[in-house]
Nanobody, 124 residues
Framework: QVQLVESGGGLVQAGGSLRLSCAAD????????MAWFRQAPGKEREFVAA????????YYRDPMKGRFTISRDNAKNTVYLQMNSLKPEDTAVYYC?????????????????WGQGTQVTVSS
């Protein structure tokens, strides 16, 4: 297990941008595949984006392609989610997740480590 703390959420107007950060403790961050999920009020949590241990490969949910970018800095034990062209429907609590397996983190495995989430609100 790894402890994760998200930050960077807030209120932004439609069309604006935000960059979320997820800081991990420990010295084994580079061993973990990382992902971002989100959960809007009254809806189930959904996958947003994932990145491999090295950062060499990424994967996005279709509506996020071209608008969101996931990246990581293993020296800083941090994964990022750059969100551009935000829409009101992007309003949600955003969570980061860590798992030793890339497929498992994409699947939202209960065995993943999860942060507490950061609220993103996009006004129209």
């Amino acid at each position: 297990q790894v402890q994760l703390v998200e930050s960077g959420g807030g209120l932004v107007q439609a069309g604006g941008s935000l960059r979320l950060s997820c800081a991990a403790d420990g010295r084994t961050f580079s061993s973990y595949a990382m992902a971002w999920f989100r959960q809007a009020p009254g809806k189930e949590r959904e996958f947003v984006a994932a990145i491999t241990r090295s950062g060499g490969s990424t994967y996005y949910r279709d509506p996020m392609k071209g608008r969101f970018t996931i990246s990581r800095d293993n020296a800083k034990n941090t994964v990022y989610l750059q969100m551009n062209s935000l829409k009101p429907e992007d309003t949600a609590v955003y969570y980061c997740a860590a798992n030793l397996g890339y497929s498992a983190v994409i699947a939202g495995s209960a065995e993943s480590s999860w942060g507490q989430g950061t609220q993103v609100t996009v006004s129209s």
